[in-house]
């Protein structure tokens, strides 16, 4: 839905990875588009890694950074 588009999200994937990014899309296998993204480094810095297409299935966890509001 348009409502949770622009979105900040953090995503956990397989392999012990996160990036936070902006969403700009998504597809009924949720595969999703992130915008200005970055990924957490082992050394607990962060890469920039622009705008990025991550697969579906090697996500484990989405997680809002921003409150999203109640559908009325």
Known sequence: ???????????????????????RGYD?????????ATSERGEGGT???GTIVIRGNSIIQFESVERIAAAT
């Open 28 to 36: 009924a296998f949720l595969n999703v588009v992130l915008e200005d």
């Open 1 to 23: 839905s348009s409502s949770s588009k622009d979105k900040k999200l953090k995503l956990s994937l397989n392999g012990n990875r996160k990036v936070t990014g902006t969403l």
């Open 47 to 49: 890469e920039n890694i």
